[in-house]
């Protein structure tokens, strides 16, 4: 039996994972078995410049967090080895990052996730690593709102330039009448 520090630490890691789980847009939990210590860390880099947290954390310990934040259907895959990957802000980044990295090394499997406060499993996270960013269907919009606002500009622009070499014309034509 633990002794009350103990217990008490580990009471508060799961209610701090607890808690990165309620707030996270998105979570994948990944089998990270047969990743070497180059392809962890240069996983680590590239998760972190994603803002993405990445971290492992035992089973046990992890049971217990999903079961109090109410993510119960992922409790099956809480064995082996797991790594969890969660981002407050942008739900495909996670997964994006991951499914590449599964696709690389075989032996790094995918085993769920979880967006929005629903669990999905390792085929929806796939699916969702396919997603433009958040950023990217941001530039796509505000693309699409622009382009009929550069096409009016264009248009008075045109009108305003054939007025303007009209005008031109005019004042030439009276000059040369003027000073013939």
Sequence with gaps: MPNAKVLEEKKQLVANLADKFKNSAAGVLVDYQGINVEQD??????????????????????????KECGFDELLPVLEKMTAIAVSVKDPVAPAKILTSYA????????KAGFVDGTVIDAQSVKQLATLP???ELVAKILGSLQSPIYGLVNVLNGNLRGLACVLQAICEKKAESEGA
């Design 41 to 66: 860390t240069k996983l680590r880099v590239e998760l972190r410049e994603a803002g993405v947290d990445y971290f492992v954390f035992k089973n046990t310990l992890a049971r217990l967090a999903v």
């Design 103 to 110: 696709a690389k090394i075989e032996t790094f499997n995918i």
């Design 133 to 135: 960013s958040k950023e």
